[in-house]
């Protein structure tokens, strides 16, 4: 990674305040969207942190994380997997309950998304508590798989996300905003 993705990043976020809440700066990343060159240019890079870990599957977490899940599985030529809120998935699924800063969450995933014995990467769009992305390497662990990376766009380190998976999977992020 250089210092030019993470600028070019950082040009791209733009910040909202008070959403979806009072006391959140939310980052949007359309504007990153909005402009091919930029956002292919963060896809490539996002591509290049995954080089070394001989993942055999990609997966992402609902809903921004689809974006750069989809782009990424195709650049990358692999199968690529959901995980999502409960009562949005077809068919069979596996769920996990687990704990947020602020109360529960429930993720879910296909029941055929993963076979045993995957390398797994996730990527995501933004690293903020690390408590979404812990539980879904938890699901994936309940296929049998195993969480080897996850790719973020943007860190939010002053949210302790990276400390909060140590030990469950390996992190790397493009922007990290102390």
Do not use: W
């Amino acid at each position: 990674m250089t210092q030019n993705i993470s600028q070019l990043l950082a040009s791209k976020i733009r910040d909202i305040p008070d959403f979806p809440k009072p006391g959140i700066i939310f980052k949007d990343i359309m504007p990153l969207l909005a402009d091919p060159h930029s956002s292919r240019s963060v896809y490539m890079a996002m591509a290049e942190l995954f080089a070394g870990y001989q993942i055999t599957h990609l997966v992402s977490i609902e809903a921004r994380g689809f974006i750069f899940g989809a782009v990424l599985s195709q650049l990358l030529d692999l199968p690529f997997a959901t995980v999502r809120k409960p009562g949005k998935l077809p068919g069979k699924t596996r769920q996990l309950a687990y704990t947020l800063e602020y109360g529960e969450g429930v993720l879910e995933m296909q029941e055929d998304s993963l076979p045993a014995g995957a390398r797994v990467g996730v990527v995501d769009d933004v690293l903020a508590t690390g408590g979404t992305v812990g539980a879904a390497c938890e699901l994936i662990r309940g296929f049998g798989a195993e969480p080897l990376i996850s790719v973020f766009a943007i860190e939010l380190a002053f949210l302790g996300g990276r400390s909060h998976l140590a030990g469950r999977i390996e992190v790397a992020s493009l922007l990290v905003i102390d």
